[in-house]
DNA sequence: TTAGGGTTAG
């Protein structure tokens, strides 16, 4: 924005012309150069407006001057460097100025800062006044320093400023902010100064220790509540999780005639976002609407956000597509809402027209984006992404992103990537070690990710649940019976973890796969819970590979209860039967599964070629390039054959219908996926594959031979781990 | 003479 320069006329108030002490202050607080100042939006605009000061002699003035630095440090399009070099060129700032420093480095990312200069005001013998503390004490708040806190309020009563009921609040919120209630509790006791705000603080403070009931307790004695002091209430029980109580909260909050703002709907909403509850969201919408607020982007951010968390995503849409301004938050729920609904296509999408709009990502769009690709194996947009985050300093600590990255490498098939951003991290949350194992166990390296497990112990970490998801999956992957018993019990014994269904199924498959059908049957029946369909499914496919026919039958039973609708169950029992060559039984699970209208999970690969995800179904023919994906399956074939291939017809029934018509295994959607990997890249550079199911026996024999016969090592990811076809075997020797 | 406390997307 260009200063209107000529609208300013140099000699309005010829003010070079008086002496060095400031002229009457009403003049000054009216002066053109000042009022300019907010209209200011970039750190260009107020060089100019600082050069005006200087033209008409205002920058004499420290009133003036001390306008500009409140500016460049408290305005959101202010410019902290800039005040503090206009700081540093005051000879003897006065209080205001010292005040608004420390205001202004208080907000910033740099809250030591602030103290520096609180210190160094002192030293200059100006005196902190009632205005100086409240921005002290918010920088204590924020460096989470109940030491530095407690010497400053010794400061505080040596000067006699507990009596200014905002110091006071801010004494309150220093100490409910750094878990410190007890002391929260004493200045707040011990003052008559209490209003809305010095209980909203304590309130707050309990809630941050997860104490509602006491929160409840002291609202209720409030002699007069405002808006904020019912935010604070809904917003506390939102984040416990308490959402019921929250929309009650809501509606007696209008029964006591006080207005909600934008905060208790924009909390209200996120409530039934995080519920999942769209009845409540509708109510909340209705009285949004019968009050005029559905323009307010703030709140329709937040409804995008309630729909698309409820599953309503066409609702959400529409108010995305219908707002007229759309801010960084508008798309980051709205990306946010594909991924949580698993629509990751869309959020990819999504969020190539959020760059194409020029609207920066933020660390949120990150979180919500990088699953998406991790789901979609998206290596190169992964990257792309990878590549930003390095370039932009703001988001060098921030451990969720990077451990999503770990996780979308790992998840891409890339898991000399994860590791390399796992070793470049400095600091490592909980998640960032259980990704990293995690990603381990699904490549079928399970010494590396056990090595990991005894690391991140003697760092001192305390693995939790996933932490051993992890690890016995990685036992159940490399078939590590021993080990994983060993982890099991561990788990339960020394660090006091009850297992859940997860553990419990990476358990059976172990089990079932070494063919120890008695224990397997045994854990289950000692299982402090009922057991669910992948607990069952996985002792199905053990009975499966060790062709125990009747144990199937009573296995399948138990699955035709729990979840009739998956025809995956008939599937299996089908190949079981199959395996025996009990091709009678494999027609009669046919009939029955076309009879109940079935239609098995059709299977899907992707593949991502120069940033695009190329999908492929079952004898896909929808491709562009599909005549000379088609020929290239041809030459497979051959070639196939030439090197002694055999189809193994065994578990036709993998694909059903469509397969059976084909007649052939040829044109399983991984084959697809990997005849268009080799006619669209560049000899030698490796195929990465995503599919939706388990990939079956026959393609897994035939991926083995196409790596050796073509030369390339072909990364496939299937729905439970991750296979590497090099020189004609697989890093999951054949264990599945 | 200018300002300051408690609530708000994942």
Known sequence: MALPSTSVSVSTFPLHLLPASDPPYKLLQSHPSLSLLSKCKSIQTIKQVHSHIIKTGLHHTQFALSKLIEFCAVSPFGDLPYALLLFHSIDEPNQFIWNTMIRGLSLSSTP???????????????????????????????????????????????????????????LINMYAQTSQLGNARLVFDKSPLRDAVSYTALITGYISIGYMESAREIFDEIPVRDVVSWNA????????????????????????????????LVTVLSGCAQSGSLEMGKWVRSWIDDHGLGFNIHIVNALIDMYSKCGDLDRASDLFEGLEQRDVISWNVMIGGYTHMSCHKEALGLFQRMLQSNIEPTDVTFLSILPACASLGALDLGKWIHAYIDKNI??????????????????????????QVFNSMKHRSLASWNAMISGLAMHGLAEKALELFSRMTNEGYKPDNITFVGVLSACSHAGLLDLGRQYFSSMVQDYAISPDLQHYGCMVNLLGRAGLFDEAEALIQNME??????????????????????LGESVAKHLFELEPENPGVYVLLSNIYAGAGRWDDVARI?????????????GCSSIEVDRVVHEFLVSDKVHPRCKEIYDMLNEVDTLLEKAGFVPDTSEVLQDMDEEWKEGAL?????????????????????????????????????????????????????????????????SCNDFW
Not at 133 to 139: A, G, I, M, T
Not at 592 to 599: E, Q, T
Not at 680 to 689: L, Y
């Open 112 to 170: 030591e800062l602030a103290m520096e200069f609180y210190v160094k005001m002192i030293w200059s013998g100006i005196l902190p006044n009632s205005y100086t503390f409240p921005f002290v004490l918010k920088s204590c708040t924020k460096m989470d320093s109940t030491q530095v806190g407690e010497q400053v309020h010794g400061q505080v009563l040596k000067l006699g400023l507990d009596s200014d009921a905002f110091v006071h609040t801010s």
């Open 233 to 264: 209430m809904i917003a506390g029980y939102v984040q416990a999780g308490q959402y019921e109580d929250a929309l009650a909260f809501f509606k007696e909050m209008i029964e006591a005639n006080v207005v909600p703002n934008e905060s208790t």
């Open 394 to 419: 703001q988001y060098s600590d921030n451990i969720s992103i990077w451990t999503s990255l770990i996780d979308m490498y790992a998840k891409c098939g890339s898991i000399e990537a994860a590791q």
């Open 529 to 550: 819970m009922k057991p669910d369909g992948a607990i069952w499914g996985s002792l199905l496919g053990a009975c499966r590979v060790h062709k125990r026919v009747e």
């Open 590 to 602: 046919r009939t029955l599964l076309n009879n109940k209208g079935m239609k098995k999970v059709p």
């Open 666 to 730: 040829s044109h399983h959607s991984e084959k697809l996926a990997i005849a268009f990997g080799l006619i669209s890249t560049k000899p030698g550079t490796t195929i990465r594959i995503v599919k939706n199911l388990r990939v079956c026996g026959n393609c897994h024999s035939a991926t083995k031979l196409i790596s050796k016969i073509f030369n390339r090592e072909i990364i496939a990811r299937d729905r439970n781990r991750f296979h590497h076809f090099k020189d004609g075997s697989c």
